[in-house]
């Protein structure tokens, strides 16, 4: 059973604590935030948050949280990219583990123009598609590890950045090979530092 403690990010496998997404893609990415202040990420963070609990609201027929006049835009924009790319919403916020070693939790499958497809909201000023390529790879790995190559025709990014118009961006797949390698070398690496921590 996979559990996800709000505070602190954690994710708990069988009431194991077992390393998130996030950790991964900071294993890949170490420099990403590092010139970037902590109040400033979190800002940030919590604006995406409000956005993507809104979308998920808004797809339930839940009401909508508090939003403020970006945030509303954003949602707009989110409504304009739904109807013109024909997307349908079939699960949301799903959470999905990879065989112990990792945990994390995808924003959405719909079907996209007919596609069937994993999507990533951002909402974030640059589109990192490199970093994206990589989330939503070791989302599919996680979802369906036997269908990886074939499960899904797309991934897309919903971008939803702040004063501007919103994009559906599609996303590169990548190879399995490669995805399950950095997985055994964020493992390895993370049993070092434990190793080490104790020594």
């Not at 809104?54 to 945030?71: D, F, H, M, R, V």
């Amino acid at each position: 059973m996979v559990e996800f403690i709000e505070n602190g990010h954690i994710y708990l496998v069988d009431g194991v604590i077992t390393p998130s997404v996030s950790e991964i893609l900071n294993f890949i990415f170490p420099d990403k935030y590092s010139n970037v202040p902590k109040k400033i990420l979190n800002s940030k963070a919590e604006y995406g948050s409000r956005v993507h609990e809104a979308i998920e609201c808004l797809e339930e027929g839940k009401t909508l949280p508090s939003l403020n006049y970006l945030q509303e835009v954003s949602i707009e924009q989110w409504e304009k990219l739904k109807s013109e790319n024909k997307i349908e919403v079939i699960e949301q916020e799903k959470m999905v583990n990879y065989k112990n070693y990792y945990c994390g939790r995808f924003d959405m499958i719909a079907n996209v123009n007919g596609a069937y497809s994993l999507c990533d909201i951002k909402t974030t000023a640059k589109l990192d598609k490199e970093s994206l390529s990589w989330q939503l790879s070791l989302y599919a790995l996680a979802h369906n590890p036997d269908k990886y190559e074939t499960e899904f025709d797309k991934f897309y990014a919903i971008w939803l950045p702040k004063r501007n118009l919103g994009q559906l961006v599609e996303v590169k797949k990548l190879p399995k090979e490669g995805v399950i390698s950095k997985i055994k070398e964020f493992i390895e690496w993370r049993i070092k530092n434990a190793i080490k921590s104790k020594a």
